[in-house]
């Protein structure tokens, strides 16, 4: 049996035997090496990262495809710096944070980690229940939709057990990490191909309305989007009088504000800035891992982000953004209320003799019954029938005729209803029929879903574990690893069940939760980064210290400004007050630099 350190020593002499050697054999030897930038991955492309990129793609369309790059560089940076301080000092954070800088910072870190662990963690399950029932076992649904809980309680057991086996297997030593790695990486790479195929589908499809110069051109940043509504929503709210234009404009520049706040606070979250300087402290990482740090980030997080959510963006927005064809008229309460007469009359029609005579006796029953609940009770059976009768395709010509005959007002309405409507993870692998078929594409993309849900709860898992050991400063006892780790699945187990229809969609209020923490970690690394009683000789100097600061300065200034005016937008003032609160406090105990304190 190989021995761990002896490998390890190994992987410092090679790292130092190119430290002065060319770019192109740096990355040669960096690629066979490269670890917690997978990890970074798994977490990111998850649920959040899903939703985000849908609701960019399907609010906004191309318009948006800046917004998660940007995101991660700010990101990227941030964790960059993370790495530099850890591999530098060699000590753990938390306790460094505590000893060099403020206590409070070091406790609202862990806290608001362990926190932001649990509250995503509920979407990943509401995820893999829409994976399963939407796309691989639809029958499923169908089931649930009797009220029995029998199916999510399930599914739900199904994710917990293969996430706790898989997190279990990290702390069985070398091999234990390595299958660990490697099982997300197949993860990854199943999400990412998944999304590349939908892509290519609709490159080479003879009638697509995918247009590469705007998908090009929506790279370049535009921060309109945070004021005013989209072009395409705009030339219809152009229609309307000036109530309903403001009460629009309001609700779409609210949707598109959420979904921006969404995809930050999902393109590294908190507990990212956790997890990787202990993931890399645990392969025993030092000093000459430095370089390497930086190329794992930009290839393992970086560039797997960049294609999958980029390529979910592109989908969205091709099909479902402004998109007729994609209309689903059912969605439109002013097109349903407009064509209820016509449907009940075709309906009728449809139906044989023997049925039209008991819809009658039933009109006739509901009539002479006098006591409310038998009449809400008869009234329920002959809408049901009547629905029963109809097709879903007749039903779907009815929709769409009234939808046009529409008055310009009421049509405008209408067609805003149904340009805001978030696709479903069903509506969306049909992207993919064409290329591989109606069933296969549900399969397909289902399965790619699946292993990104359960992915990112085997990282939340695994970052609570690591948290809890690090709150009463056990960092080797595996047991309360492993009890921290079953606590952040348990309490997501209850997602499915607590919120059951906003499935995936839990994911948006939960990121923007998410996103006003992000400030916690951001200042406290910055602090860390200028600590010269913990950093020593390590800390940059002269130039480098002043681009490290205008880096690090201005990811944190962006977080910081975007926290609060998403904390605003929830909870009034009181979201601003808090951060503010929270950054006086860790003033007040700022350490004097004493590496002995406590």
Not at 5 to 32: F, H, M, P, Q, V
Not at 152 to 175: E, H, N, P, Q, R
Not at 178 to 205: D, H, N, S, Y
Not at 237 to 262: F, M, N, Y
Request: glycine letters at 10%; one cysteine or more.
């Amino acid at each position: 049996m190989p021995d761990p350190d002896n490998a390890l020593e190994k992987e410092r002499e090679l790292l130092a035997s190119i430290a002065d050697k060319g770019t192109g054999t740096k990355l040669k030897t960096y690629s066979k090496l490269c670890g917690p930038g997978w990890l970074q991955s798994a977490i990111t492309l998850g649920g959040g990262s899903l939703i985000g990129a849908l609701s960019l793609g399907a609010i906004g369309g191309t318009n948006f495809m800046w917004v998660q790059p940007v995101a991660m560089i700010l990101g990227i940076i941030m964790l960059s710096a993370i790495a530099y301080v850890t591999l530098s000092t060699g000590q753990r954070p938390f306790q460094a944070i505590n000893q060099h800088v403020s206590p409070v910072l070091g406790w609202g870190w862990l806290g608001a980690t362990m926190l932001a662990n649990m509250v995503w963690c509920l979407p990943q399950f509401n995820l893999a229940y829409g994976a399963i029932s939407e796309n691989i076992f639809p029958q499923i649904a169908d089931s649930g939709k009797e009220g029995s809980l029998l199916p999510i309680l399930l599914v739900s057991t199904l994710a917990l057990v293969v996430a706790t086996l898989v997190v279990f297997s990290y702390g069985k030593g070398s091999k234990g990490v390595l299958l660990f790695e490697r099982v997300l990486k197949i993860f990854v790479g199943l999400i990412v191909l998944a999304f590349v195929g939908v892509i290519l589908r609709m490159t080479f499809a003879d009638s697509s309305n995918l247009e590469w110069g705007a998908v090009l051109g929506g790279l370049i940043p535009d921060f309109n989007a945070l004021f005013n509504p989209a072009e395409s929503f705009q030339t219809v709210i152009d229609k309307l009088d000036a109530g309903s234009a403001k009460e629009w404009t309001d609700k779409i520049v609210g949707k598109q504000r959420d979904s921006i706040i969404t995809a930050f606070g999902t393109a590294v979250g908190i507990n990212m800035t956790f997890l990787l300087p202990y993931s890399m402290l645990r392969r025993k990482w030092g000093k000459e891992h430095r370089g390497l740090a930086i190329f794992d980030l930009s290839t393992g997080l970086f560039l797997p982000f960049v294609i999958a959510t980029g390529c979910l963006v592109i989908a969205t927005a091709t099909q479902f953004h402004a998109n007729p064809e994609n209309y689903n008229y059912t969605k439109s309460a002013t097109i349903r209320e407009a064509a209820q007469p016509q449907i009940a009359e075709a309906a009728f029609n449809a139906l044989g003799a023997n049925e039209k005579k008991e819809i009658q006796q039933l009109e006739q029953a509901l009539l002479d019954a006098l006591g409310a609940d038998e009449k809400k009770q008869i009234q329920a059976t002959m809408q049901q029938a009547l629905l029963d009768a109809l097709g879903a395709d007749e039903k779907k010509q009815i929709l769409k005729a009234t939808y046009t005959a529409l008055p310009e007002q009421k049509k405008a309405h209408a067609t805003l209803e149904l340009m805001e409507v978030r696709p479903s993870q069903w509506e969306l692998a049909r992207s993919l029929a064409p290329l591989t078929g109606a069933a296969v594409a549900q399969y397909v993309f289902g399965f790619g879903v699946l292993a990104m849900a359960i992915s990112t709860i085997v990282i939340l898992m695994l970052i609570n574990g690591f948290a809890l050991c690090e709150a009463l400063n056990r960092p080797n006892d595996e047991k309360l690893r492993r009890i921290g780790c079953l606590i952040a699945g348990i309490v997501g187990f209850f997602g499915p069940i607590a919120w059951g229809k906003l499935s995936a969609y839990l994911v948006i209020p939960t990121s923007v939760f998410g996103f006003t923490l992000l400030p916690i970690a951001y200042i406290t690394f910055l602090c860390l980064m200028n600590s010269k009683s913990l950093m020593g000789e390590n800390r940059p100097e002269g130039s480098a210290r002043m681009r490290w600061n205008i880096l690090m300065v201005t990811a944190t200034l962006i977080a910081t400004l975007g926290a609060g005016w998403a904390s605003h937008g929830k909870i009034g003032w009181w979201g601003p007050g808090l951060i503010l609160a929270f950054g006086v406090a860790a003033l007040l105990t700022k350490r004097g630099g004493n590496p002995g304190a406590t």
